[in-house]
């Protein structure tokens, strides 16, 4: 059974464009979510999906930022004109219906 | 809203030395308490967990008990390795409504020297 898949690893962006984000979630699982980790910082909650739905967004930045888990596929976040301060490593959870949350390796973006 | 709060680091041992990291936790309720791992360019690995009180975790040698009085969750290792170098989080998951995302503080670097 493999782990929480995200890619890419690591992506370079320049300003104003655009990055995407994919996860896919262990086998079994239908909770994703996405956190964010700033340098030298813990993980910060960004949204909690199940498939087609946003159950909670409360961390999501109000602009730019969107995140989705469709029924059939990866979950994306998107980063809509990236900036400077997007820079981070974005992780991705997968848990089954009660259980534990297992995270992926992370997406690293630098936003150049 | 729920909060974590870690002992500042970094923290530099030398191997078998003992080791104490401190967290103290805010939440309403009683929230499953955890204790993850997270080696350089990694992602984060659950190290150990409780989910009422009283009740200690352990794992690798790592131990942590869920003191509901003192709202704590220190994680201890009677004698640390080399490779247990790398920073660990302290993170809450409430138990109740329907949030189940966890809560994180905010990470203690190690480093163990031989």
């Known amino acids: 059974n493999a782990g929480v898949m995200q890619n890419p690893r690591h992506l370079v962006r320049r300003r104003g464009q655009e990055a995407r984000l994919r996860c896919s979630p262990m086998k079994g699982h239908s909770h994703v979510y996405w956190y964010r980790q700033l340098p030298e910082e813990g993980l910060k909650f960004m949204v909690y999906?199940?498939?087609?739905?946003?159950?909670?967004e409360s961390g999501m930045p109000k602009e730019r930022f969107s995140a989705e888990f469709p029924k059939e596929g990866p979950s994306i976040l998107r980063i809509q004109q990236v900036v400077r301060g997007d820079s981070a490593a974005y992780f991705c959870?997968?848990?089954?219906?009660?259980?534990?949350?297992?995270f992926g390796q992370g997406t690293r973006l630098t936003v150049v | 809203g729920d909060s974590v709060t870690q002992m500042e680091g970094p923290v530099t041992l030398s191997e078998e030395a003992f080791l104490t990291i401190n967290c103290t936790y805010t939440a309403t309720g009683y929230p499953s308490l955890f204790w993850y791992v997270q080696y350089p360019g990694e992602g984060l690995q659950l190290l150990l967990k409780a989910t009422k009180a009283d009740d200690k975790g352990s794992n690798k040698g790592f131990e942590a008990t869920y003191r509901k009085e003192t709202t704590s969750f220190h994680l201890e290792k009677g004698s640390v390795q080399v490779s247990d170098s790398a920073v660990y989080f302290c993170?809450?998951?409430?138990?109740?409504?329907?949030?189940?995302?966890?809560?994180f503080g905010s990470g203690t670097q190690l480093t163990v020297l031989p």
């Open positions: 999906l199940q498939k087609e739905n946003i159950i909670d």
């Open positions: 993170a809450l998951r409430p138990t109740s409504g329907s949030a189940r995302q966890l809560t």
């Open positions: 959870a997968s848990s089954p219906e009660q259980g534990e949350a297992f």
